[in-house]
């Protein structure tokens, strides 16, 4: 079985839980998290390893007041990169965000503070986001002489739309409290720790089956990219696999002789 070890990290924090879910917290809060490459290397390692290691859900958090400054600045400024390295790191920030989306293990996002450029694009690769009073989106972007390179124009596009992400990049536009829910920036707002509430929810998450999960995970988001034909033939073949996995025949039978909990509004 492959494993992982916390100790291997040194830009991660990493602290598996018992119930299988394993809070990763981005670790340098005193350049406030910002994505150096050695970052981004580690995310690639824990997000290629957890869907084979047993993980049932991340909670994905940043350490100090503010969850992501982006791109590291400094690191950029002083490699004076060409444009061929700055598209291998590019690439290097795709691997990483695309072992997130689409492997399977959900990924819950704790947001505090800034979640700006790079920051937002990481944010957008995890499942679900929770913010908390102080958290604040936006991609500077436009006013650093930069363009968006981890996956923006595709996820940020998608959660608010094309209009609205051109008008963040091009007037560095901020946006924070409800507003940013009902765009569809985050999906849980909190009056205390958005940790907390993630914590929750990634527990609540990893009391489904992994199989399920595997397919929540990763399935829905790999349909988006397919035409409707192909997307309705990879839906079936999925639900094929996932609707008669052995697991799944106590809760079929739960249902069936009452026991299990029916669907309520909430109170
Ligand atoms: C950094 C970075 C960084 C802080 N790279 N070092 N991202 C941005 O344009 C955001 C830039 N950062 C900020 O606007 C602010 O730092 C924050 C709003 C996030 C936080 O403000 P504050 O007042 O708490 O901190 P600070 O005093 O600005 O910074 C504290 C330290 O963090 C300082 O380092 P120090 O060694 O002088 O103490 C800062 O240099 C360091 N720091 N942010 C490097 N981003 C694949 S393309 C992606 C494109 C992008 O992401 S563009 C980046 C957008």
Redesign the pocket.
Known sequence: TVTIDPKDFTRLALDPHEDGVWIVTLNRP???N???LATVEELVTFFSTAPRAGVKAVVLAGAG??FC????????HDADRSPADFMH??LR?HEAFNKMEYGGVPVIAALQ??V????L?LASSAHVRVMDQTTYFA???G??G?????G?TIRVADLIGKARMIDMILMGRVYQGQEAVDLGLAQYIVEGSSMDKALELARRAAENLPLTNFAICSAISHVQNMSALDAAYAESVVAGIVNTQPDARARLAAFADKSAARVRPNS
Do not use: Y
């Open positions: 005193d350049k406030r910002a994505l150096d007041d503010h400054a982006g791109l590291d600045l400094i690191e950029h790191v590019c920030w503070g800034a700006v450029g790079g920051g694009e991609l500077p972007e006013q650093r930069l363009f968006t390179g981890g923006a």
